[in-house]
């Protein structure tokens, strides 16, 4: 197969899920616990002369992948992964948002995790080929979707640490509601000071399951201070708010102006913070990237400088924070209400999202 050979085989499910399974999911996808009937898959090989290639492009029903044990991916974490949306408008049609970026990421994560590039082609026909057969899983309520996963994995099996010859890269689509599960309402967040997600030079600047594994036990510390997500920091850049496990972060100040912290190669330079930049600067506000610390966040909430503050991403859409734990100390009242410049953004992106907004940066592609 070459770049440009963007042909699908289809072998179709003769397990699919019955329309009354389907409705019952959709009636509460929550996020991430049910998936579509079917997968996109596309593999590489390297062959005797050094040369790689993409081959055997391909639908098939969803279910176990076969791997050998000594798979690379199962002992050194050679996986990236992306994550993306398809939304149904009204008239019935399909479309995702800003599939060119997410494409872009996917090989920016596989230059730095030694994976092989993936022609944006071949990954918009992947997306294309798997919603075509799963369409009728898309959700339809406010702010549901169906989440799509695109995700690559080293499937050559040997032990020594090299980047491995074979891969694999497959979607697989998930219904998704609200990733914090019920109405969307202010969560709070927990300071990690046991743990980094990342380094500098490291990885986390790439969408790549190693991140998500190092954030876990900071996450279970969240979880057990009564907190949803857990926040970064730079400890060795005077505290330097970096971003959630798996969201960045805006803040909202009382002149109007919103800041988020700079890319500093350890955070993921989300699609949905790129947007918001822009979004933000459509309305004539000031947008900044930039170092903003622990102590500018504790002491401008408490003197009343900050106004709001706000998680997002593709899962998270736009959440807002409530109150931020660190140690014993509380920043922000418990039971903030939600901002409300937090949630007029919100509604603009997702009006972009679902068709009822005009997207004047052609940030939708139809599926
Ligand atoms: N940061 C992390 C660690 C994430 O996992 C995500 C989610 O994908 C984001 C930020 C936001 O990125 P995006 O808006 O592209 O989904
Ligand atoms: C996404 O938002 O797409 C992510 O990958 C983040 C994760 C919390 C689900």
């Known amino acids: 197969m070459t770049a440009t050979d963007t042909q699908f085989a289809q072998h179709l499910s003769t397990q699919r899920a019955s329309a009354e399974e389907r409705e019952a999911v959709l009636a509460n996808p929550g996020f991430g616990n049910f998936f579509t009937d079917h997968t ?5 090989r390297v062959d005797e002369s050094g040369v790689g290639g993409w081959h055997d492009a391909r639908l ?5 992948i076969a791997l050998d044990p000594a798979a690379a991916v199962l002992h050194y974490g050679q996986e990236i992964f992306e994550g993306m949306k398809a939304y ?11 599939a060119d970026a997410n494409a872009a990421r996917l090989n920016r994560s596989a230059a730095r995790l030694a994976l092989p590039q993936l022609p944006e082609e071949l990954f918009l026909e992947s997306l294309r080929q798997l919603v075509s057969v799963d369409a009728d899983w898309i959700p339809s309520g406010d702010g549901e979707s169906l989440y799509l996963r695109p995700f690559m994995i080293a499937t050559e099996a040997f032990l020594g640490v090299r980047p491995a010859r074979e891969v694999s890269y497959r979607v697989i689509a998930s219904p998704a509601g609200n990733y914090f599960g019920g109405e969307v309402k202010p969560v709070d967040i927990w300071v990690s000071r046991n743990y980094a997600r990342a380094g500098r030079g490291g990885t986390g600047a ?3 399951g190693g991140n998500y594994a190092s954030s876990l036990a900071a996450q279970l510390e969240a979880e057990a201070h009564g907190c949803k997500q857990v926040l970064f920091l730079d400890q060795f850049n005077d505290n330097a708010v970096e971003e959630l496990g798996g969201m960045n972060v805006f803040f909202v ?11 500093s190669g350890t955070i993921l330079e989300g699609i949905t913070r790129s947007s918001i930049i822009q979004l933000g600067r ?79 940066h052609g940030w939708l592609t139809r599926l």
């Open 40 to 44: 996109a898959v596309v593999d590489f």
């Open 253 to 263: 100040f009382r002149d109007g102006s919103l800041v988020t912290p700079a890319l």
């Open 60 to 64: 098939e029903p969803y279910g176990p």
């Open 282 to 360: 459509d309305r004539g506000l000031t947008v900044s990237e930039r170092k903003i610390t622990l102590d500018e966040w504790r002491d401008g909430v408490a003197g009343g400088d900050i106004t709001e503050v706000f998680a997002c991403g593709t899962a998270a859409v736009i959440t807002p924070i409530g109150q931020l734990r660190d140690g014993d100390e509380f920043i922000g009242a418990a039971g903030t209400p939600a901002g409300e410049v937090t949630m007029s953004i919100r509604s603009q992106l997702l009006g972009i999202q679902t068709g009822t907004v005009e997207d004047t």
């Open 88 to 98: 149904r408008h009204a008239d019935g049609s399909v479309w995702t948002f800003r």
């Open 206 to 208: 790439a969408k790549a």
